[in-house]
């Protein structure tokens, strides 16, 4: 498995400076975030490095990336291939870099889009690419208040303010998020 060296040295090649520098602020967030509910900050730090891994190659490629992982393609996901970039993120990090580690690829599978019963790794990865330094939308107050929330009420309130975000723009919400929604309702009171 490569060390977060060769991660960034292959993000540098496959990246834009702007999106490199998102994933390390990520990676940081990540790692802090694992720190304070009690998870591998080892991890935390490896999965937010490798999170947008896909994130700037071609459509065509994205679908030939996912088309052999087992998890199918709904109708949104044909139409908005951009939420395939976490899926196919992590052929890229099996195939490239030798990720083996079933935590780490399952936060980078379902970043985009979050999903029902996510390990911590991949609700800590979901929130840290959220509320990383260089998102202009949180501000200090909700940063503050994540200190009194545990994971779940935090991956709600990500989960909300981004479903609220998708519709003020028009954009189509995927099926994963709303199903996470409605489960982190029951639990989240
Ligand atoms: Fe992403
Ligand atoms: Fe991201």
């Not at 400076?17 to 998870?39: D, I, V």
């Amino acid at each position: 498995m490569s060390e977060n060296r060769d991660i960034e040295l292959y993000l540098k090649k496959n990246l834009s400076e702007k999106r490199f520098m998102h994933s390390r602020r990520t990676a940081e967030t990540a790692e802090k975030l694992c720190m304070l509910y009690g998870y591998s900050p080892e991890k935390g730090r490896t999965a937010g490095l490798l999170h947008d891994i896909a994130r700037e190659i071609s459509n065509e490629e994205i679908f030939s990336l996912v088309a052999e992982d087992g998890f199918g393609i709904s109708k949104i996901e044909k139409d908005y291939p951009v939420l395939l970039h976490g899926r196919a993120g992590a052929v890229i990090s099996i195939r490239e870099l030798g990720i083996n580690d079933e935590e780490i690829l399952e936060a980078v599978r379902w970043h985009t889009t979050g999903r029902r019963r996510m390990n911590g790794i991949t609700s800590i990865l979901y929130v840290a690419d959220y509320i990383e330094p260089g998102r202009m939308h949180i501000d200090n107050e909700f940063r503050k208040k994540i200190r009194e929330m545990n994971l779940d009420q935090l991956v709600m309130e990500v989960v909300r303010s981004s479903i609220t975000y998708c519709r003020s723009k028009g954009y189509s919400v995927a099926e994963q998020t709303f199903m996470l929604y409605h489960d982190l309702e029951k639990k989240v009171s």
